[in-house]
Each structure stands twice: as structure tokens, then as C-alpha cells.
């Protein structure tokens, strides 16, 4: 009898370089990076045992509960998890945040579709503010600002989402779309087996891509208010890149057409993303009014 799979051998191999955001990118001071590279790894672990295309829903379950036992010190069998331990322990950080994206990991497994808005929204809660929450967190910002990352991070999730929503349903025969979002358009889920999208779909799809702009503008003011210039100027870059894709969801058939930035598209506006906000950060807030 075959020995079951490890998480290592459903791993797909991708890195931090790989992914559509900048992942404690060089903006990000040399001293934070490696606690942020080392959860990355488990969340990419994690999210590959999950999105495996072969491996069964029993052996996805067994792997992720041993991820999640070896951050928490009862085994050694994942090397990224007891990494991980280890940096959060050096920091006197929580497994909180790890155990957060376990659950939406575990969700992934077992739950192909979503009712409506707000039911995605609480998997995001799970699947992508965890994140955000964490680099605060490495960063010691004040947990007052986590709204504004939370909607940032939301966004992020649901342009994957949208993004990738063909690849999800082929691949994986899982759709993000909120059943909801594709009634209120007679759009039908199985229209994602397409070359273009049906124009119901689309409209589906752009109205979702509203929605995300929506997120994104309760987002606009967060990186002003985090104190580390650093980490601000990165959260600018992936609010502009954030903004860039939403328009182009509002205008463009991702069943078709691309939408993920080409490498120089994405160096660009997370250029215009810095700028803007080291534009904001050197605007005094309260400037006294001239003297008459």
C-alpha cells in the first residue's frame, strides 16, 4: 500500500515572488521580513495541500492538522511550521493568526460554493485578513487600524477571486461568485466553462468588482495611518495595484482577457503607489492658515 502524501508533496513550488502582491517586498526593513517570510511559507503550504488537484478531502484535513499541531509544538513533522514557532516565540508573537488561516484552509476543503456577499466576506475574514493582521502585528502597530487592513486584505482575496474564477471552477469546481451576485443577473455558474464570459456572467462579475471598490476606498486611508514609514509606503504600492485591477475587472472579461499585471505593469503602479503615499505622509494634516 502507497504511503499517503506529506504536505511537502502536494507543495506547487511557488514562492513569494510568484504571488499577484508584493510579499515582504524590500520596502519592508530587513528585521521584519524573515518573521513575514517564514508565515508565508506555511500559508503557502497550506494553501497548496488545499488546492490540490488530485489529493482527497481526508488527506488535505490530515495534513493541515499536522501543519497545525506543529506550530503549536506538538510535532515536528512540518519544517515551515515549527520555522514558523520558532520566529513567533523570538518576537513573543501569536499563533493566532496562523490558526485563523488554518480554518479558512479547512473551509477550502470542504465548501465549493458561497450564498451570498457578507458569507464571502466571512471567509475573507479568515482566508486573508489574518495576513494584514499579522504584518501589523510583527510591525507593533496599534490593532485600532485593523478595519482598514481587514477591507485591504478582503479586496485582495476577492480580486484573486475574480480573477482566477474560471481556473477555481475548472480545476477545482470552486466558485467564489456568491450565488446571489450571479442571480441578480440570471447568470449561471456553469457559464464559467467558457472562452468568453456570457454577458450575464459579466455583468456578475463587474458588479462583484463594485463591490471590491467599495472595500478599497474604506481602505484608502490605511497606509496614513501606520506608523512605520516602511510598511506604509508598501501597503500604498498594493493599494494602487489593488485599484489598478478593480478597474480593470469593471472593463475587462477575465475569462478572456488578462488581468493580472505583466512585471513592469506592476512595478509601475506600485510606484505611483509609493508616491502617493509619501505624498500624503510629507502633507501636514493640520496646516495653521497663513497669518493675514
Known sequence: MNAPPTAKDLASGKGH??????????LIAAKHRAPILAFYRVARLADDVADHPTASGKEKLARLAEIEASLMGQSTVSPEAVALRAA???RGLSQLHMLDLLEAFRRDVGKRRYETWDELIDYCR??????????????????????????????????NHLQDCKKDYMQLDRVYLPKD??????????????????PA???????LAWRTQEL????????GQIRD?????????????????????????PLSQRVHHRGWEAVSFGLLGVSRTLGTRMTPRNPRKAEP
Not at 142 to 157: E, F, K, M, T, Y
Not at 181 to 198: T, V, W
Open 17 to 26: 515572488e510568484d504571488e499577484n502582491f508584493p510579499v515582504a517586498s524590500h
Open 88 to 90: 513567533l516565540d523570538e
Open 126 to 159: 479568515y482566508s486573508a485578513a489574518p495576513v494584514g493582521r499579522f504584518v501589523l502585528d510583527v510591525h507593533g502597530e496599534n490593532r485600532g487600524i485593523w478595519p482598514a487592513s481587514d477591507a485591504l486584505c478582503a479586496a485582495l482575496q476577492v480580486i
Open 181 to 198: 451576485a450571479l442571480g441578480a443577473f440570471e447568470a449561471r455558474i456553469e457559464m464559467l466553462d467558457a472562452e468568453s464570459a456570457h
Open 201 to 207: 456572467l459579466l455583468a456578475a462579475i463587474r458588479a
Open 216 to 223: 478599497l476606498r474604506t481602505a484608502r486611508p490605511f497606509a
Open 229 to 253: 514609514f516602511r510598511l506604509a509606503l508598501e501597503v500604498g504600492a498594493i493599494q494602487r495595484l489593488a485599484e489598478s485591477l478593480t478597474r480593470r475587472l469593471t472593463t475587462r472579461d
